[in-house]
C-alpha cells in the first residue's frame, strides 16, 4: 500500500504555493493529464476516447518517448491538446543532482520545440516531476526558467497494480471536483485501469455538466 493520499492535502498545497496543485473556478471544469507518453497503442486509444467526448487534455511526455514515437506525439499536437515536460528518462528529483535534473529537462524541451515548430504561437512551459519528485531548489531553477510546475489535485493511481479497476474510478469521481488537476497515465503499466476508468470518468463528469480543458502553458 501507498501513503501518498488520492486527494493532495490543502496543507501540502500550502507548503508548497509555487506549484500548480488545481486550477480554482467556480466552473464546471477539470483537467485531465496524461503522464510518461507518447507510447504505442494506448495513446491513440487515449486520443480516440478524448475525442469522442470532445475533451482536451494535457499530456506530460518523457523526451526519450518523443524521440522513439514522434508520429504518436504528432498526433497528440494535431487533436489540440496541450504538451507538457517530463524529463527525459523519467528521473527522480531527490535522487539527481540539479544540474543533471535541469539537463534532463532542458534536453526534453529541446526535443518538444523542434517536434512543434510548425505549431504556430505554440508555447511549453509546464513541467511535471516524475513520481512528484522535485527539491525545493530543482523547482526553484525551474520557475526561474519560465517553467510552470504543474502537480495535482487527484491520482487516479492507475498505475497501482495492487488496486482494482474499479477503485482507480472512484478514486477519481469521488475526489474531483471544479478546477481539480487529475493524473492518469498513458503508459503501459497503467493501461489496464486507465483504460477502463477514463471512459467512465468522462461520461460521469460530462453528464453531471463538467468541461475537460487542457492546461495552458
Ligand atoms: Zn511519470
Redo the contacts with the bound molecule.
Sequence with gaps: MTLIPTKTPLVAKKMFPNYIWDIPTNEKILYLTF??GPTPSITNWTLDILKKHEAKATF?C?GNNIEKHPDIFQNILNDGHTIGN?TYN?VKGWKTKTEDYLEEVSKTQKIIEIATRHVPLATHTLFRP??GQISRKQGQNLIELGYKIIMWDILSFDWEASISEENCLQNVIKKATNGSIIVF?DSVKASKNMQYALPKVLEHFSKEGFIFKSLKG
Aim: a negative charge.
Design positions: 503522464d510518461d506530460f518523457i517530463h523519467h516524475p513520481y497515465h
